[in-house]
């Protein structure tokens, strides 16, 4: 049991890793491999209100960190720590080069992890209802 816990965390951290360079990184990286130009972004679906990549990246790491962290304590702290990085690594891009702060990227990065934060707070509470 110890082995998966440990293997699910390190997916985790390196998800996180990953999700940092792409956003931290002075352009595109997928741009650059898919196009070979840093400055084309590519774009899985349109975007609505909200950016539909930050939303799609943001549910995903939420997921991952839901599915490795279980004990009340430490999802509080995830909680925490999902909302701290939607809202810093956009404001970064304030002082990135070739980065832009947008509105619509800080509510897709905010929204995704929102999303699933809630979704895992009825699965608990209809287990526990259940029980």
């Not at 996180?16 to 898919?34: A, D, K, R």
């Not at 209100?49 to 304590?73: A, M, P, Q, R, V």
């Not at 002082?95 to 809630?118: A, K, Q």
């Amino acid at each position: 049991m110890h082995n998966i816990f440990y293997k699910n965390k390190f997916i985790f951290y390196f998800c996180n890793i990953v999700l940092m360079i792409l956003y931290l990184y002075p352009g595109s990286i997928l741009g650059y491999y898919l196009y070979h130009d840093v400055k084309i972004q590519p774009q899985l679906t349109r975007d609505f209100i909200i950016s539909s990549n930050h939303f799609y990246s943001f549910c995903l790491i939420s997921i991952i960190g839901f599915l490795t962290y279980k004990e009340i304590n430490k999802i509080k702290f995830l909680i925490i720590y999902l909302i701290l990085l939607s809202i810093l690594l956009e404001i970064f891009h304030l002082i990135i080069p070739n980065r832009s702060f947008e509105f619509s990227d800080l509510f897709g990065n905010f929204l995704g992890c929102t999303v699933v934060i809630v979704i895992n707070y009825f699965i608990r509470n209809y287990a526990k209802f259940k029980n």
